[in-house]
């Protein structure tokens, strides 16, 4: 039995779930270095949310993150979260920008990226696996995403698991943003997985529903490969199971991850300290406790702190757990999708809208979306008596929704020079394409802050 690798989430996953994304480069900094002499497998460090967040947030850019981040791990692979071709948004982008996309994140330092699609859809993962594959320097791993549904079984993973190792990934992930993974189950389909599967097998879950740490234990057993944690201030609850206890856990064992915890508390310290001062700087409500109950409503971990302080800002807090407990019945009729970013926001906007205002009084426009199959195929089947209610007699898109856009990446370039950005830089395009009304206001400022700087310095 080979030694059990660990992926830290504590740059990304973890303050994603804990502090909704709200980490600052300058908080990471300080340890970057001692991080990358613990032995981890991978650091995850950027993708996910954390690159609307810098530009929204934090006027920082993501790009200069990554390598910042990259100029100080020389060791440890970074890694990423990729969206497939929703690539880091909430919509599908064209397979220009993909490409350009996944080229530009290898070459500013990513090693590892990690590509999911939110319906399980392959075909919405292709670009993403090709463009990766064609550098021919990063690791490709493939996701499935875990969830619990009538149509949801050992045997349909192991398919869409299959078709993913088809198309050429180097890893599997088994990618359980909700903590629903039970124990048991997780052993059972990490053996299936591995009955059928050539290439590693990393499990990423979240502690939400209290499973995490035991759900690890099994799919060790089992034999997976790899685990994802978080270090303990931004670990348990939403997040991860925390680095530390893990490590100590399965040392001394056949399973032990060769990391010395003694390494691990002056990291614990920093995070700390970083936890408290996010809390005080953002307002934050931060998830203090598990909730069992997650594994009824099947929701990730980052969107159950999302949705409270949403419902909070509408003076809707009271109404919580009834928006929660109408998520499966807006699920079931959008055919099971699978709860993660954008199904998770879609799904959980259309339960608050039908809590607050009455059952699909109003219908969003990504709602009715994903009833067109603008999103992809999802999982079950949706009724024809619901379809007609969101769309009327509009044809579903049963092709590659993707092969329905147009290059986008030059269009993105033109307007962003008539914005008064005629030379920016490859990455800022990007940025500019996938979050236009969120990058736009974060170059001005910039540019504003690099003038000011420039005649302070003059």
């Known amino acids: 039995m080979a030694r059990v690798k660990i992926t830290e989430t504590v740059l990304r996953d973890g303050h994603q779930s804990i502090a909704a994304t709200r980490m600052r480069l300058s908080q990471m900094q300080p340890v970057l270095e001692a991080m990358d002499e613990v032995g981890y497998g991978a650091l995850e460090c950027w993708g996910g949310a954390t690159f609307d967040t810098c530009m929204r947030f934090l006027d920082e850019d993501p790009w200069e993150r990554l390598r910042t981040i990259k100029k100080y791990v020389k060791k440890t692979p970074l890694q990423m979260l990729l969206r497939g071709q929703n690539i880091l ?9 993909v490409y ?13 990226i990690r590509v999911f699609d939110a319906l399980n859809d392959s075909r ?36 869409g698991a299959l078709e993913l190792q088809r198309m050429g990934v180097d890893s599997l992930c088994i990618k359980d943003m909700s903590g629903l993974l039970s124990p048991y189950d997780a052993y059972n389909l990490v053996r299936m997985l591995k009955k059928h599967l050539s290439i590693p097998i990393e499990l990423h879950t979240h502690c939400t529903c209290g499973f995490g740490e035991m759900t690890y234990m099994k799919a060790i057993e089992a034999g997976v490969d790899i685990i994802d944690t978080a ?43 970083v936890r408290k001062e996010l809390a005080d700087e953002f307002n ?20 159950l702190t999302n949705l409270y302080n949403q419902l909070k800002g509408q003076g809707a807090e009271d109404r919580f757990d009834e928006v929660l407990a109408e998520m499966p019945n807006v699920r079931r009729d959008l055919g099971y999708p699978p709860l993660v970013t954008p199904t998770s926001q ?11 205002y009455g059952r699909y009084k ?14 992809g195929r999802v999982p079950g089947e949706i009724t024809e008596e619901f379809r007609k209610m969101c769309i009327g007699d509009e044809p579903v898109i049963t092709h590659r929704p993707a092969d329905d856009l147009e290059p986008e ?3 993105a370039k033109q307007a962003l020079a008539d914005e008064g950005f005629p030379d920016a830089a490859p990455e800022d395009v990007l940025g500019y394409a996938i979050f236009p009304e969120v990058a736009l206001p974060f170059f001005k400022k910039r540019r504003d802050m690099q003038k000011r700087s420039a005649a302070t310095q003059g």
């Open 362 to 375: 109003i219908v969003t426009n990504e709602v009715r979306d994903i009833v067109r199959g603008k999103y």
């Open 124 to 159: 919405n993962m292709e670009s993403a696996i090709r463009a990766a594959k064609d550098t021919k320097s990063v690791h490709v791993q493939g996701a499935i995403v875990y969830t619990i549904s009538p149509i949801h079984t050992m045997e349909s993973f192991t398919k």
């Open 284 to 303: 934050l409500t931060m998830p203090s406790q598990i909730n069992p109950a997650v594994r009824k409503y099947q929701i990730p971990g980052g969107m």
């Open 231 to 273: 270090l303990s201030p931004f670990g348990e609850v939403t997040s991860q199971p925390p680095t530390e206890s893990v490590v100590m856990s399965l040392k001394n064992t056949i399973y032990d991850t060769g990391i010395d915890v003694e390494r691990l508390w002056p990291l614990t310290e920093h995070f700390k300290q």
């Open 346 to 356: 879609i799904t959980g906007s259309a339960a608050a809208l039908n809590v607050l």
């Open 409 to 411: 990446l030059e269009k």
């Open 89 to 97: 948004g909430y919509r599908h982008y064209a397979d220009d920008v």
């Open 100 to 112: 350009e996309f996944v080229n530009r994140a290898v070459d500013n330092g990513i090693d590892i």
